[in-house]
């Protein structure tokens, strides 16, 4: 009984109609921007980097590599040549994870540090930890690709150390707080180097957003009566990092570097991960079968290629949106686009990052 009021419950609010309803428009939304594409536009190139131009192993960092997405980005780039450093929570998991991957390659080259993205003291260890290890290794102080996949959804409102709200701290904050502290590393990368930003379809349905400190860190949203989820989860993984992704191009196309950092968002659609478990079982069940009728569930491997059509892309793709695999690009939402917007966000997160960094260091 008290299982079938808490479904009823669910069914009734706003987070489950913003997944049922909103969230697959989108996703539709963008498979018709992609089909209008390639009836009335030119096809983006899919043509990779070439890696054989230098002689040290190209380094690089993936967040949320023990499972789903992260884990088959993981032994793909493996297969790629390489050297794969993997970050997650569970030592347990990162273990299995290298198992895995050598189990199918055993020439990868793979490293795992422990890291909650969500605690910043943790992420500050890690780049410390990072840079320690190449040095030690004799590998080139650079990395050559960073790629910001972890993501939550969580249900219920569990703040950080910090007291952040975890979503927000795991899906963007950690994010935006890695990619500056190896933004040096990525600098003195010998060939250009790349951050992809894993993100989504649902960002289109954000409709609007503040970004001033309690907004970002979520504060605001711990306030609220219901905890808004879906909202939460648009806002963060989606907006946030996709109006980052579109700022760090703008910043970094400002400095006039020989070897410059190049910056890309990629949608791998609708995957099979395990990033629903926290919600109920029969959502999960309808959402996964739903969408494979229609033919738009992937596997984590075949979602994962997107992610390394992006990762691969030429230099001058920086500032683009993938979608659909073949190293196609489609545009994002108009909020996502909006300079203003994003300048707004980027000058909060500073102020955060360098709050967090005077704490931690």
Not at 201 to 219: E, I, L, N, W, Y
Request: proline content about 3%; overall charge positive; some cysteine.
């Amino acid at each position: 009984m008290n299982l079938m009021k808490e479904a009823l419950r669910f069914i009734c609010s706003s987070n489950f109609w913003r997944m049922a309803l909103f969230w697959n428009i989108a996703l539709l939304f963008s498979y018709f921007q992609l089909l209008k594409k390639s009836i009335f536009g030119s096809k983006s190139s899919s043509s990779s980097c070439s890696k054989s131009n230098h002689s040290h192993t190209p380094i690089c960092v993936i967040t949320g590599a023990t499972s789903g997405l992260g884990k088959a980005t993981a032994f793909a780039l493996s297969r790629k040549g390489f050297y794969v450093v993997l970050v997650g929570r569970s030592s347990h998991l990162l273990s299995k994870t290298l198992s895995d991957i050598k189990r199918q390659n055993e020439n990868a080259q793979l490293k795992a540090f422990e890291v909650d993205i969500s605690s910043f003291q943790s992420v500050f260890k890690f780049r410390n930890s990072l840079e320690q290890w190449l040095f030690e290794s004799d590998l080139h102080s650079s990395v050559q690709l960073l790629v910001n996949n972890a993501g939550i959804l969580a249900t219920s409102c569990r703040p950080t150390v910090e007291g952040f709200d975890r979503m927000m701290a795991t899906n963007y904050v950690g994010a935006f707080t890695l990619t500056k502290l190896l933004l040096p590393l990525l600098r003195n990368s010998p060939v250009p180097s790349r951050v992809v930003n894993v993100t989504s379809f649902t960002h289109r349905s954000a409709f609007s957003g503040r970004f001033d400190m309690d907004s970002v860190t979520g504060v605001n949203f711990s306030r609220s009566k219901q905890y808004p989820c879906a909202r939460i989860y648009e806002y963060s993984k989606l907006v946030c990092l996709l109006l980052f992704s579109y700022q760090l191009h703008r910043q970094l196309r400002l400095t006039d570097d020989s070897h410059h950092v190049s910056v890309v968002a990629v949608d791998p659609g609708a995957v099979k991960t395990n990033i629903m478990h926290e919600l109920p079982s029969y959502i999960q069940v309808i959402a996964f079968y739903g969408l494979k009728i229609l033919g738009l569930m992937q596997s984590p491997e075949d979602a994962a290629e997107s992610v390394i059509d992006a990762a691969l892309a030429p230099p001058e793709i920086s500032g683009k949106y993938f979608f659909g695999g073949q190293g196609r690009t489609i545009e994002s939402s108009a909020l996502s686009g909006d300079p203003k917007m994003a300048k707004e966000l980027w000058d909060t997160s500073c102020l955060i990052f360098n709050e967090l960094q005077q704490t931690h260091t």
